[in-house]
DNA sequence: TGTACATCAGTGAACGCGCGTTCACTGATGTAC
DNA sequence: TGTACATCAGTGAACGCGCGTTCACTGATGTAC
C-alpha cells in the first residue's frame, strides 16, 4: 500500500532516515495526546524528538500532513471495526451478543486513538475535506453494515417497513461516536463505563430490531 | 443581567459604542458560518464592520471573548429547549408527539445557531473549560428533562428499573446533538430530514419509554 | 583492508511574513451657562 | 442660541513577537576497487 518512503525533495528514505521519520511520527502522536493540535509546533515535535525543525521538513510538508499520516493509518486499523459484525445473527440472545461487541468494539477503538480521533473530528467539522473522507471511512464501513442489517430484517418481515434503514444506522453510528467522544464527559457526570456500554448496546438493539433485546 | 455596557479600559458606552460593538458581533456571528473559526482575524471583522482595530480591542479583550459572548446568548436562548417537555405525558400518542417535538426543537435550535455551535463543539473538544460549560448549559438542561422522565416511568413499573436514567438520557440527547451537527453530512449521503426526523424521534421514544409508539 | 567518492541524513542560524496589539492622535457628541 | 469644555468614540500607522521555513553547510553511511 505505502510504497516507497521519500522525502521531500524526493530522495528515497534509507533505514537511518526512516527510523527518524516514524520518530517524528510518535513523538507528534503522543503530544497531540497532551496539548491541543493548533498548539502543536514544529519545533516542539522536532526537540521530542530529538532532532531539529529542518529535518522535519524532509520527511513532512507541514504539521498537518504528519497529522494525516498518523490519522490514516488510525482508519485502516478501523476498517476492522465491521468484523465483529459479519454473517451475525440479530434474532434472539445473539443479537443481544451482537449489540454489545459492536459497542464494546466502538468504544474500545475510540479509546485506543482517542486523541487522533479528536483532531479528526475537529479538522472534519472545520470543513476540511481530507479530514473528513477519513472519518467518513471509519464511520461508513460501520453505518453500511448496520444499514444491511436493517434492510435484511426488514426483507425477512421483522423489522417495520417504514422505517428508513440508513437513517436509523447513521444516528445510531452518530449516537455511538458521539458518546465514545465523550466517554470522560459522561464518568465525570457521575454515569459509569459499567452502566453506559449496555444502555448503548440496548439502544442499538432497540434500533436495529425493533424490540428489546432477548437477554 | 447583563450589567453596563464598558469597554476595555473601563469606560461606560454610549449609544454610539453600544452600536459599534453589537455591529462588531453581529459581523463576527456572520463571518462564523463562512470561515473556520482560527481563520478570523481581528483585522477582518473590523473592517467588514466598517471600522478599524484599534476600536475591536475597545470593546473585546480579543476575538475568543467576542465569541464567547455570541455563545453566551445563544446558551440562553437554549434553555428554552426544555419547554416542549414540560409536564407531558410519555404515555400512548402523547409520548409520540413528545418525542417528536423534541426532536423537532433540536434539530431546529441546532439549525439556527449552526455556526456557532459549531465553534462552541471545537472549543469544548479541545479542552477549553469556558466553551465546555457552555456546551453543557444547552446540553444538561435537556439531560436533566429526560433523566427526570425515564425515572418517573421507572417508578410507575412502566420502565425497566435496571436501565440507567442517566446513561439513557445522556446518550440520547448525544446522538440528538450528534445528529444535528451533521445534518449536512446524512443529506449528503442521501437520507433526507423527512426521514431524519421521525427515525430519531422513534429512537427516542424507544429510548425512554422502551417501546414503540403508538402513532 | 584501506582509501576515495557518492549519497544519505541532519542541522544551526537566520530570514521574513503575518498578525495581534498599542500608542498618540483626531473627530464626534454631549452639556453647562 | 452660541460658545467652551469634557468626555465619548474611533483610527492610522507602527512595533515587535512568534513561528514557519529555508539555506548553506557538516557529519554519517555505504560502496567500489
Given at each position: 500500500m505505502t510504497g516507497q518512503v521519500r522525502t521531500v525533495d524526493g530522495r528515497v528514505a534509507g533505514r537511518r532516515g526512516q527510523a527518524t521519520r516514524q520518530k517524528l511520527l510518535d513523538c507528534l502522536s503522543e503530544m497531540l495526546s497532551s496539548s491541543p493540535y493548533r498548539d502543536v509546533k514544529v519545533i516542539d515535535v522536532a526537540r521530542k524528538a530529538g532532532t531539529s525543525p529542518a529535518t522535519f521538513y524532509q520527511y513532512f510538508p507541514d504539521v498537518e500532513g504528519a497529522v494525516l499520516e498518523i490519522a490514516e493509518q488510525m482508519a485502516a486499523d478501523g476498517a476492522g471495526l465491521t468484523d465483529v459484525l459479519?454473517?451475525?445473527?440479530?434474532?434472539?440472545?445473539s443479537g443481544w451478543q451482537a449489540a454489545q461487541d459492536l459497542v464494546d468494539g466502538f468504544l474500545d477503538f475510540w479509546r485506543r486513538n482517542e486523541a487522533i480521533l479528536r483532531v479528526v473530528d475537529l479538522g472534519a467539522a472545520e470543513g476540511d475535506k481530507r479530514f473528513y473522507k477519513i472519518r467518513m471511512k471509519i464511520l461508513n464501513s460501520v453505518t453500511n453494515s448496520l444499514t444491511d442489517t436493517v434492510k435484511e430484517l426488514q426483507s425477512k418481515g421483522k423489522?417495520?417497513?417504514?422505517?428508513?434503514a440508513a437513517a436509523m444506522a447513521g444516528s445510531l453510528v452518530a449516537m455511538l461516536a458521539a458518546v465514545a467522544s465523550h466517554q470522560k464527559g459522561f464518568q465525570t457526570w457521575g454515569v459509569k463505563q459499567a452502566e453506559l456500554k449496555p444502555n448503548l448496546a440496548l439502544l442499538v438493539h432497540l434500533g436495529i430490531t425493533g424490540r428489546k433485546p432477548t437477554k
Open positions: 459479519a454473517n451475525r445473527s440479530w434474532v434472539g440472545k423489522v417495520d417497513k417504514e422505517v428508513s
